[in-house]
């Protein structure tokens, strides 16, 4: 039987408006919560981002604040720009886009935000939050796509997880996020040993490693739930010269023959991840006026 597809354009629109209905209550009390999205120079796909992002902002009645700075911009600068955006307090979240152009070390950026308003959840003090089960910041795109697995199982106990990848960004907080939920956990990456058996195990399947359509059909356990994190602009010539087209992690048309639940790409876990931007934005809003 064809697997289940896991729309995660529409849950992540439910979850905007549950977001919007939040944020409407807030500004009825004169709190009105704000992002402050940090670019740094050109990069193109950066740019479509952060555009979304300020869009998606506005749509649920945040303030975004948006801060676009040139490709030469110093280490120096930008962090006294993440020191300004600390002591603001009409600020409430803070993205720093990535990747950030050579000249500055990202990791010292990531670590001058204050973690109260660290909306991506990468500084460490959220990391070692997540990884000690307290309350904090979750990274947006793991969060994202952990409720998309509930929103096919929610009792999560003993299940078999394997997640291939081990990216601070990605593998590392879905890990930690599957183990919290008491599944048996399995950080697979590049050097793991027969990759293909290792993910033959899995109840649930998260594909984070970048590499277009590396999980093939026959990897997958027949029932499971397959999560593709994976956003590959690949050549699809079939289409026209020049053409390209995005696949994930994941062999789709093959894994969906076996899987019992799958996202797809597009419309899988990407919607998800502004989603939660704006649903940390909300929750650090929240937390720094003490509910
Ligand atoms: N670049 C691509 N995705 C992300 C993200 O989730 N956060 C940040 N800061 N930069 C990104």
Not at 106 to 125: C, L
Request: proline share 5%; with cysteine; glycine share 10%.
């Amino acid at each position: 039987m064809a697997a289940r597809i896991i729309d995660g354009k529409a849950i992540a629109q439910s979850l905007r408006e549950t977001l919007a209905a939040e944020v409407e209550a807030l500004s009825g009390r004169g709190i009105v919560p704000g992002l402050a999205v940090v670019l740094v120079g050109e990069d193109a796909a950066s740019q479509v981002y952060v555009r979304n992002k300020a869009a998606q902002t506005k749509a649920v009645g945040m303030r975004s604040i948006e801060h676009r700075l040139p490709a030469d911009t110093s280490e120096a600068d930008l962090l006294r720009l993440v020191a300004t955006l600390n002591a603001d307090d009409a600020v409430d979240g803070i993205l720093v886009q990535l990747p950030l152009p050579a000249q500055i070390d990202a990791q010292r950026v990531i670590e001058a935000i204050d973690p109260e308003k660290d909306v991506d959840g990468f500084h460490p003090v959220n990391a070692g939050r997540l990884a000690t089960g307290l309350p904090g910041l979750v990274p947006c795109t793991p969060q994202g796509s952990m409720r998309l697995v509930e929103s096919v199982r929610t009792d999560l106990a003993g299940l078999e997880a394997v997640v291939v990848g081990r990216s601070n960004i990605v593998g590392k907080p879905m890990a930690q996020l599957l183990l919290q939920r008491s599944c048996t956990v399995t950080i697979a990456h590049s050097r793991t040993r027969d990759l293909a058996e290792v993910c033959r195990r899995a109840d649930i399947l998260v594909a984070a490693v970048g590499r277009p359509e590396l999980v093939r059909g026959d990897w997958i356990r027949e029932g499971a739930i397959v999560i593709d994190v994976g956003i590959n602009r690949v050549p699809a010539p079939e289409a026209g010269e020049g053409k390209t087209r995005l696949v994930g992690d994941v062999a789709f048309e093959e894994a969906r023959a076996r899987a019992g639940a799958i996202t797809p790409v597009p419309g899988g876990v990407g919607p998800m991840t502004i989603a939660c931007l704006l649903a940390n934005t909300l929750q650090a809003a929240k937390a720094r006026r003490g509910n």
